[in-house]
């Protein structure tokens, strides 16, 4: 995996090379959290970039339980017994009950909902991609860890709003409409400056330019 430290926002991005799957290593005063677990097979490289912060892993919350965000969440945590395995309750809800393809391969410790906050990551419900993503904003630098609300990759896009040079978010997207809602309510609700999605490089925030993404999404 490639490793991008953007210490401004004190994250470790770790990213697959030819199919870019993001997840992330949000870095707090004493410990460390890994949001999402990027696809199976990484668990090697995702540990070792979480032991060289030196900060013990406290937390592993998912955004959503697709299989590339899943990834080997068992072996992640085996490895970090101690770490709190965390998801949306309406996602976890979902994945007992076999909705689209939600899967949750391991026992969360905690269900999350709107407005709680896990050390410095507030929580926002943002459906749209699944009925139970959330994304979480870092309120000391204005950022926001979003799954698959948005994608960068092969051009920024709401969920469900085709890029054809990288489709494959928009095709497993189970509401447009509603993921139009949510990207509308996050912009309202919070002050944002920096993006980090599922799938491509981080975005940096402009009201302008997320109108008319929301334009674009409309008119599709």
């Known amino acids: 995996m490639k490793i991008i430290n953007h210490s401004t926002s004190h994250v470790l991005q770790l990213t697959t090379p030819i199919f870019p799957i993001n ?5 707090e005063e004493n410990y460390c959290t890994l949001i999402d677990c990027s696809k199976s097979g990484t ?21 959503h ?6 990834g080997d969440i068992q072996k992640i945590s085996a490895h970090f017994p101690d770490a ?9 809800i979902d ?6 393809n939600i899967r949750m391969p391991i026992e969360p410790k905690t269900l999350l ?3 709680e906050s896990i050390g410095s990551l507030l929580v ?60 509308k309510q996050l912009c309202e609700k919070e002050t944002l400056q920096y993006i980090f999605c599922g799938h491509g490089p981080v975005t940096i925030y402009s009201k302008e330019s997320f109108a008319r993404l929301i334009t674009r999404a409309q008119k599709k």
């Open 95 to 100: 994945s007992q009950n076999n909705v689209h």
């Open 23 to 27: 997840c992330y290593i949000v870095k």
């Open 43 to 63: 668990a090697k490289s995702i540990i070792q970039a979480v032991e060289e912060t030196q900060l013990p892993l406290k937390y592993i919350i998912l955004t």
């Open 65 to 70: 339980a697709h299989s590339d965000h899943t």
């Open 113 to 115: 909902s709107e407005g």
């Open 124 to 183: 926002r419900e943002t459906p749209g991609h699944t009925n139970g993503s959330i994304s979480l904003i870092d309120q000391r630098t204005h950022t926001a860890y979003v799954g698959d609300l948005l994608q960068s990759q092969g051009g920024l896009a709401i969920s469900g709003d085709i890029r054809w040079l990288f489709p494959f978010p928009a095709m497993a997207t189970v509401d447009k409409q509603l993921a139009i809602e949510s990207v």
């Open 84 to 92: 709190e395995v965390c998801i949306g309750k309406k996602e976890y």
